[in-house]
């Protein structure tokens, strides 16, 4: 097994040029960032100095929809007439979801419609129109309750799939609506979509609402969640990458907010430059863009005079431990979305569990009370 990960870490290693690049080679990244902040948030934060210096970088915007407001508005026609291009990423408001999924599609459509009326209301102009589908937001809930709770939701989703038949079917027509509007899409995934591919298994799907649906373009969402640690999100990008289905417009750095959604308190958990031209070296090797989450820390903390689109990591990343993980991780997922494809032999595997441990309960009592 040692030999086996050894020869996968080598080829990995190689593909993605562990050397340094000579300097004749390096090439300047297409640098794009996200934001979650609320439109008045945004009016403070994108003031003349920084709107410069996203000019000076020829980066792009990927802005959160957490509202349709004139703050909003006013935003996105300044960086229009600085000929910035913002990518619209569509959310709904978090009494809704905020996520998209299965049991939200009706609104989901809706807040597209809205979001036509008030861009064709502003004259606002758009270079793509981003969509995130992730779980049911009660399922935090659903696990936090008891054992029992969360079986009968786990076999209720795989087993009856009416939901995600109609969801499947609405987000079919909306993003048929947003082509027809003119509009280029692109689709932002967990690593779990990708495992649920390899395996085949459209039970991901029912069990947390998510779904495939055509786009111009789909990105995989790794980062480091909550944490200034990228080394998992870097080995991410270099294990998952090696998957010829795979073909990655972007990457991905930053690490999200960590209070809840809508929070009055910006993301201040910038990344790293260092992590950034980590992520350029991947970006380099496999001509793609780079994504930074989030804006606001990038200019609360003074990080985006510094970045210069040539830079290069101080080390190249090549943590053996992280790639392991990663791998290891991957493998599990796959066989879990494997074992999806049968609910019914998974339902049936559960009930022979059951019944074992009742008949246990069962002897255990009746030697209890014999003994007494």
Do not use: C
Request: aromatic share 12%.
């Amino acid at each position: 097994m040692r030999k086996l990960y050894a020869f996968l870490l080598a080829i990995m290693m190689m593909a993605y040029g562990v050397n340094s690049f000579a300097q004749d080679e390096i090439k300047p990244v297409k640098l794009s960032f996200f934001t979650e902040s609320q439109g008045y948030q945004l009016k403070v934060l994108l003031d003349d100095e920084s709107i410069k210096q996203l000019v000076r970088l020829k980066a792009g915007i990927k802005m959160g929809l957490t509202d349709l407001s004139d703050s909003r508005a006013e935003v996105v026609q300044k960086l229009n007439k600085a000929g910035i291009p913002v990518t619209a990423w569509l959310l709904l408001p978090k009494k809704d979801g905020y996520w998209m999924n299965a049991y939200n599609h009706e609104l989901s459509k809706q807040r597209y419609r809205d979001f036509a009326t008030w861009s064709a209301k502003h004259k606002l102009e758009w270079d793509n129109i981003g969509l995130s589908f992730e779980s049911y937001a009660s399922d935090q809930r659903v696990i936090n309750k008891s054992f029992m709770t969360v079986t009968k939701v786990f076999f209720k989703r795989i087993l009856t799939a009416e939901s995600q038949y109609d969801g499947d079917n609405n987000y079919l027509n909306l993003m048929h609506s947003i082509r027809r509007d003119g509009h280029k899409r692109e689709v932002y995934l967990t690593p779990y979509e990708l495992d649920s591919r390899t395996a085949q298994s459209e039970a991901w799907h029912n069990l947390n609402g998510t779904m495939k649906v055509a786009s111009d373009r789909e990105v995989p969402i790794f980062f480091n969640h909550f944490s200034d640690n990228a080394e998992h999100a870097l080995a991410q990008h270099i294990v998952y990458g090696q998957n010829s289905n795979y073909s990655f417009p972007a990457v991905i750095v930053g690490s999200f907010n960590e209070k809840k959604p809508l929070s009055k308190e910006l993301n201040k958990q910038p990344f790293t430059l260092e992590h950034l031209y980590q992520h350029f070296h991947i970006a380099r090797a496999k001509d793609t863009e780079v994504w930074a989450y989030g804006l606001e820390g990038a200019i609360q903390e003074s990080i985006l005079p510094k970045i210069d689109l040539l830079g290069q990591p101080k080390q190249v990343f090549s943590s053996k431990q992280s790639y392991k993980g990663v791998i290891t991780e991957k493998r599990n997922v796959e066989f879990f979305m494997q074992a999806l494809r049968f609910p019914e032999l998974v339902a049936i595997f559960g009930a022979l569990l059951a019944l074992i441990f009742l008949l246990t309960v069962i002897k255990t009592l009746r030697l209890t009370f014999a003994k007494n």
